[in-house]
């Protein structure tokens, strides 16, 4: 989408760039950019917009583009908000998601920039503002609602206001309360604390006394009879009244689909929603209660998509939504998951990896002005244990584990499951990774006892243990760590297969020792290397790895044109394992003998194209909600350390990896029911459009976090061990 910078506001120039925050505060009709230091504050006198920019490994830039307005905000401060940033939006090249931010109701993700929480201030933005002196302090009272973000509203300063389930701020010219309902979780009373926090030092300069109520506790507390004093009196409190939000969701059971047309709505009859229904050309609204969605097409104009705006307002108005509605504004090929969910037919995502295409276009460059050089380091794999520890490997066999031998337990079979110990050293302790591997072709009676061993070793360890299960060929970078040199064989050695095996009538040519074996090489760095069995026919080959052929004592190695240095390297390597004695016919590709080829069954096409390696986004923080059986936790966006809350069982995806992390307070009574989380998860499809059920889960639990996992964070160790305390206070005393 190209745009005039005649279009662009001044304000918008060079923006987008780099990682971080950008905030705008429109005064009178004009964008006035707002310093680092005044972040998160907001004047319910103007609207307000917000660019986050994250810059993905892949190279590329991902913008969240928000515009916050107060809640009664008048509609020509409304409109110019939404218009600035369909401007931003385009000055950015039509990329970004956008969200429509209203005080009080505003998104998780907005919240996640300014933790701990945001307190719209009174009145207008102003360069000069001064704080107003001789005038009493005026009483305020706020609701927290969340446990990870926290939604503070200011609420009316009555006692019919306070309740069972929420946790309440009463902030005073001299003391300020917290009040917890004795309903309220753990979470929620933490995160309140940190706004008790936050408004001590933003509006008492940290110079104020706090004091901590607990619902129903009177009894010798002066504490709580100067917190009643201030409502006239202790009286019961009534029930809760019920969630008209939730009520508003529940009156919109399905999904409404509207073409908008120059200022007008007009329904889409259709039995399903599938994605050729999206045409480039128009913009579309999806209604789904709570959320609303508007998709505009790619080649729409600025002007019609800041008609379409206005339309989606009207709407809302119409059918007297409340704020709490949500509204998102995705452009063409910017399309977030959640939305892609409700259309059957969304291809997944083929996007090439640029930051590869790149590196191969810049090689290219050297290599045309006659420089010395073959080629680009590539990127090293960063080594996140100890790789001096000890191995050993068990196959599954009968509903026991068989210890293997130094010399076999680098030797899997795709029929069969193993369990893998690899222990090390690390910060001062000792450590153990636990693995059950599922072969391919494995039976599923194996798979259950390899997880039921596990568990049994992993209690039986001392030191601080972590399992995970991994299926072949959708091994973590770490399994093969472990073990540095891997063969993956087909057939099986355990008693299940062979019997599984022997009630077919094809009989398993693959473990016969005389027929010929071609195996893929793989591996990254110098660090490991795999040599992968898969079929002994020409269409296994692919042009950009390397392969080895036995045909008994004789070896050939096989280079595809597109294979790089380090392939060649770890070629090498894996034949000094598997034949140190025996020599080897070096072929490269296009320089086949007939004879390869006939040992392969004859020569036929097999794929030619470079293959570059995923790139994912992640990592992503969610927490697990099931409903009705299904998952419906949500993401923690811009998580850090402390959103690891001891009373919580939590999901980092990293794309190739999911890990269930669980606290000491969670409600989770075993590694099974952990691992079953992660199944339900990897099932709701969160993220990654068809990604695979055998993508490797890890289990960890608080306190014996891992280095691998801990990477994801700005980890402290003496941080965890005093939010385990803390938390565990909170559970029962409040006074501290």
Request: charged share 25%.
């Amino acid at each position: 989408m190209s745009m005039s910078t005649k279009v662009v506001d001044e304000a918008f120039r060079g923006v987008g760039d780099k990682s971080g925050l950008e905030v705008w505060c429109i005064v009178n009709l004009h964008l006035v950019p707002i310093p680092k230091s005044s972040h998160g504050k907001f004047f319910s006198g103007n609207t307000y917009i917000i660019l986050n920019t994250v810059v993905l490994k892949n190279g590329l830039h991902h913008h969240d583009l928000h515009y916050w307005m107060e809640k009664d905000a008048k509609e020509v401060a409304c409109t110019m908000a939404s218009d600035k940033a369909i401007e931003l939006d385009a000055a950015l090249g039509s990329r970004a998601v956008q969200y429509r931010e209203v005080q009080g109701s505003e998104t998780d993700k907005f919240l996640s920039y300014f933790k701990p929480c945001i307190i719209p201030i009174d009145g207008h933005f102003s360069s000069h503002l001064q704080a107003m002196g001789g005038q009493p302090y005026q009483i305020t009272l706020f609701s927290c609602k969340g446990d990870h973000f926290v939604h503070v509203r200011e609420v009316p300063f009555s006692r019919s206001t306070l309740n069972h389930n929420n946790v309440f701020v009463l902030d005073t010219n001299s003391k300020i309360f917290l009040f917890s309902g004795c309903n309220s979780s753990t979470q929620e009373r933490a995160r309140a604390l940190e706004v008790v926090q936050y408004i001590k030092e933003n509006q008492h300069g940290g110079r104020c006394e706090v004091a901590t109520i607990d619902d129903g506790k009177l009894v010798g507390d002066s504490d709580a009879g100067e917190f009643w004093n201030l409502f006239g009196g202790y009286a019961p409190i009534s029930r809760d009244p019920p969630s008209t939000t939730q009520a508003e969701a529940n009156n919109i059971s399905s999904r409404k689909l509207f073409w908008i047309n120059k200022g007008k709505l007009f329904p889409v009859e259709t039995p399903s929603l599938d994605k050729a229904i999206l045409s480039s050309d128009n913009c579309y609204m999806l209604d789904c209660g709570a959320e609303i969605f508007v998709w505009m097409g790619k080649t729409t104009l600025i002007s019609e998509r800041k008609t379409n705006v206005s339309a989606i307002e009207d709407y809302m108005h119409s059918q007297g939504r409340t704020t709490s509605t949500h509204t998102t504004f995705l452009t063409e090929g910017s399309e977030i998951a959640k939305f892609k969910s409700y259309f059957n037919g969304w291809p997944q995502n083929l996007s090439p990896n640029l930051y590869v295409q790149g590196r191969g276009k810049v090689a290219a460059i050297f290599k045309h002005q006659d420089y010395d050089i073959k080629e680009l380091p590539e990127d090293k794999t960063e080594l996140l244990i100890d790789c001096n520890g000890t191995l050993k490997v068990w196959l599954v066999d009968s509903g026991s584990g068989l210890l293997l031998s130094t010399i076999e337990q680098n030797k899997l079979y795709s029929g069969d499951c193993y369990i893998v110990q690899y222990s090390y050293r690390g910060s001062k302790r000792d450590h153990h990774l636990f693995y059950a591997w599922f072969g391919k072709r494995s039976i599923l009676e194996d798979r259950k006892d390899a997880v039921s061993i596990m568990t049994s070793m992993v209690d039986s360890v001392k030191g601080y243990p972590v399992m995970a299960q991994v299926f072949e060929g959708r091994e973590p970078d770490l399994f093969f760590t472990v073990f540095k040199s891997l063969i993956i064989f087909k057939g099986g050695m355990g008693t299940a297969y062979k019997k599984s095996m022997s009630h077919k009538r094809v009989k398993d040519e693959d473990c016969k020792k005389d027929k010929a074996a071609l195996f893929r090489v793989q591996g990254s760095g110098n660090h490991t290397v795999q040599a992968i069995q898969v079929d002994s026919v020409s269409t296994s080959l692919n042009s950009s790895q390397c392969y080895i052929l036995q045909d008994g004592d004789l070896f050939f190695t096989w280079t595809g044109n597109l294979s790089s240095r380090s392939d060649h390297d770890l070629l090498d390597m894996m034949l000094d394992w598997l034949s140190p004695l025996k020599q080897s016919i070096s072929i490269r590709e296009g320089s086949e003998s007939d004879h390869f080829w006939n040992i392969l069954g004859g020569k036929s096409e097999y794929p030619r194209e470079k293959h570059n390696r995923g790139c994912t986004e992640g990592p992503h923080l969610f927490t697990c909600v099931f409903k009705e059986g299904s998952y419906k936790g949500k993401e923690i966006f811009n998580f850090t350390q402390d959103d690891l809350t001891t009373e919580d069982a939590l999901i980092l995806d990293c794309g190739n990896e999911v890990y269930v992390w669980v606290g000491l307070h969670a409600n989770i009574t075993s590694n099974e029911q952990a691992f079953d989380l992660g199944k339900k998860f990897l099932e709701a499809d969160i993220l990654l459009e068809g990604r695979s059920m055998n993508t490797a889960t890890y289990v960890i639990t608080e306190g014996n976090e891992p280095s691998f996992f801990t990477c994801f964070f700005s980890w402290d160790t003496a941080k965890a061990y005093v939010c385990i305390c803390m938390e565990t206070r909170l559970r029962g005393n409040w006074h501290f």
